[in-house]
């Protein structure tokens, strides 16, 4: 006599990717839609910014911002690729919102159950189509919040205190998302929070805090040596 095998534990989590494919398939379908839409005020700054770059023209050397060049040199990277056209600059959102999106359902699926994870990510592509928060404008945040992710995925390890390579990448990622727009040091300053909590939950010695937190740091830090270099600051 054979067992039946009962997958009806599996029906949710199908139930759940197949709303998720609908929904995605309607936010990729109205951002294609949109792709030709003008350049909002922000956008036609950062566009002007990066082509200098493109140009070899380092930042602040002929167009001043208050603002760190981060968001500047992403769109030199997009119109690089994709041309340096407005269809160029949002097909680049439309890549980084869907890596955005990605990555929430990592995090959701790392912090609780991969249902959550398909859930966050569904709404968050929900929400971040709306004009309401300009979201099909190419705006620093979109930049901020998938850098904030990458660090933070990479952050949420729970092996040993020897994975320093992985630590330095988290810590390098969150410095580019301050490269990316200021405010987005209280991430920053909430995951070096979150690092020392964390280890010592995990009862690692005194000196291992210190030293993740200094390389931790220092991938913070690095990204804006590296500007320092390359920019026409004085």
């Known amino acids: 006599m054979t067992k039946k095998i009962d997958k009806s534990g599996n029906a949710p989590v199908l139930a759940w990717c197949a ?19 003008p350049l909002e005020r922000d956008e036609g700054e950062y566009a002007y910014a990066g082509q200098l770059m493109l140009q070899g023209i380092p930042p602040y050397k002929l167009a001043y911002s208050m603002k760190f060049p981060g968001t500047c040199a992403a769109y030199a990277l997009i119109m690089s690729i994709f041309g340096q056209t407005i269809l160029g600059i949002h097909l680049g959102l439309l890549l980084t919102n869907a890596g955005t999106t990605v990555l929430i359902f990592f995090v959701g699926r790392r912090l609780t ?23 099909l404008a190419a705006h620093a945040t979109h930049f901020v919040v998938v850098s904030v992710l990458g660090g933070t995925l990479l952050l949420l390890d729970e092996s040993g205190p020897q994975r320093l390579g992985r630590l330095f990448a988290s810590g390098l990622i969150f410095g580019l998302s301050i490269l990316m727009k200021q405010p987005a040091v209280f991430f920053v300053v909430f995951a070096a929070i979150y690092l020392v909590c964390n280890d010592v ?26 500007t320092r270099k390359f920019s026409c600051i004085e």
Not at 19 to 32: D, E, M, Q, S
Not at 206 to 225: A, E, M, W
């Open 113 to 135: 159950n991969a249902t959550a994870g398909i859930a966050a990510a569904m709404s968050y592509g929900v929400l971040s189509v709306s004009p309401f928060v300009y979201g």
């Open 19 to 37: 709303l998720a494919i609908i929904v995605f398939g309607v936010i990729i379908a109205i951002r294609i839609r949109l792709l030709g839409i």
């Open 201 to 226: 939950r995990r009862r690692f010695t005194l000196k291992t805090i210190l030293l993740r937190s200094l390389i931790f740091s220092t991938g913070v830090i690095l990204p804006f040596g590296i």
